[in-house]
């Protein structure tokens, strides 16, 4: 059977300007082949493959920013999302910091770069299966539910799955901190598999019919995987491993940063009107008690926020909460330190908001030069947009920019 996936579409010629070997290294990045089902496919090799997350970037894409633009560190990713650049420069043996406002992003970013012990993995799976065994012998007892469920729950799961999801949080809040905290984004890897939605992006529902025992399987399944992928990690692992600190914070202040400027930025900032990341995850959110709060106040980019404006309105939206990030990096780096952002087009109404041009725009107001850029094209899926895109292709950018030196009085 077919199945989409994210990561599938990409290939095709790549289209290059500016300084030819900054060019040339971000042409190298963006030149991956499409996913595939394969176990070892790059795209969800090892931890990459855990837990799924809208517009990822692609980690042979980041492996190789990370090695081109990043090898002095300390990297920054300021929107580091599930972590895929700061696991390369954890494989790369690169120092590197991670800041996300969505609190699911920081526990997923921080899960996988967590180095475990082999005795540590074997920890995770006992508890996994005492969580398993307790759930079992509630359903088996026809235990009723330990809490309420909320409307949104109760329309989302079939009464069966929502009781053993229940039964499964029950066990979780008796295991230690470190191993509570893994199966936690272990069962919220399986939730939209376990529930009616029809995808992970999408508020479409369908029936699922489960059998009993299912979910709790299927928790101890995804467990070993975990654990299975950590081990791969291991391996790739140098003898020295350097430092990764993931901490909530807006890319947009960056408040919470360590005193020591970082030698490169490294990331993928949201793409303007395509995703809604609090909507995305709510139900994850509600299932592991985080609080969205920060992330609904300082969401930059979403859909739903721009699908009201204008293409003008929403273009100068746009410009202005780039610059407020541009602003924020700019005292957080050294100088002449690589800004390399991956972006792709976008579209409100019948009008594309070409990131590249948008990025050199902003960049040249906040003190940044534009050094060189890499574009591949992409296709376009949402209906409502896609003639945007009839006369041009949407494109995905690798874009290198660095602080612009202050020109000096002449004598």
């Known amino acids: 059977m077919k199945r989409r996936r994210s990561l599938t579409h990409v290939g095709g010629l790549i289209e290059s300007t500016g300084q030819h070997h900054d060019a040339d290294l971000l042409a190298q990045a963006l030149a991956v082949a499409p996913a595939t089902d394969a176990d070892n496919d790059p795209a969800r090799s090892h931890v990459h493959g855990f837990h799924t997350y809208p517009a990822r970037l692609h980690p042979l894409t980041a492996a190789r920013l990370v090695k081109a633009f990043g090898e002095e560190g300390p990297i920054l990713d300021p929107f580091c999302g599930s972590g895929t650049v700061l696991v390369e420069a954890l494989i790369a043996g690169v120092p590197s910091i991670g800041t996300d ?19 540590e993995l074997e920890q995770l799976i006992a508890w996994a299966s005492v969580c398993a065994i307790q759930a079992d012998e509630r359903r088996y007892a026809k235990a009723g539910a330990s809490r309420r469920f ?3 729950d109760v329309a989302l799961f079939e009464p069966h799955v929502l009781l053993e999801l229940d039964s499964l949080r029950l066990g979780l809040a008796a295991c230690e901190p470190p191993v509570r905290s893994d199966l936690e984004l272990v069962l919220s890897a399986i ?10 992006t999408t508020r479409r529902t369908r029936p699922r019919r489960l059998p009993g025992g ?3 399987r299927l928790f101890v399944e995804k467990t070993r995987e975990l654990a299975a992928r950590f081990t791969v990690l291991n391996r790739l692992l140098p003898p020295r491993r350097a430092p990764v600190t993931v901490l909530l914070d807006d890319a947009t202040k960056l408040e919470r940063l360590p005193p020591t400027p970082v030698a490169a930025i490294i990331t993928s900032p949201p793409y303007v009107a395509t995703y809604d990341y609090l909507a995305h995850h709510e139900l994850r959110l ?33 410009q202005k909460e780039l610059e407020r990030f541009f602003q924020a990096a700019g ?63 949407r494109y995905e950018h690798a874009i290198v920019l660095r602080k612009a030196t202050p020109i000096s009085p002449s004598h």
């Open 331 to 393: 005292p957080v780096m050294k100088t002449d330190a690589p800004l390399v952002l991956v972006m792709a087009d976008s579209a409100v109404g019948t009008v594309a908001l070409r990131a590249d041009e948008l990025i050199a725009e902003v960049g040249r107001s906040s003190g940044f030069r534009l050094c060189a850029r890499a574009s591949q094209a992409r296709p376009h899926f949402h209906g409502p947009t896609m003639a945007a895109f009839r006369n041009r292709p």
């Open 191 to 200: 939730l939209v598999k376990l529930s009616r939605k029809a995808g992970d």
């Open 150 to 152: 909320s409307p949104a």
């Open 286 to 318: 509600r299932w592991l008690g985080l609080d969205p709060a920060l992330l609904a106040r300082g969401e930059i980019g979403s859909r739903t926020a721009y699908a009201r404006l204008t293409p003008a309105a929403a273009r100068q939206r746009w």
């Open 101 to 119: 406002l969505n609190p699911l992003a920081i526990r997923l970013a921080a899960c996988k770069t967590r180095v475990r012990t082999a005795t």
């Open 214 to 216: 299912f979910a709790t």
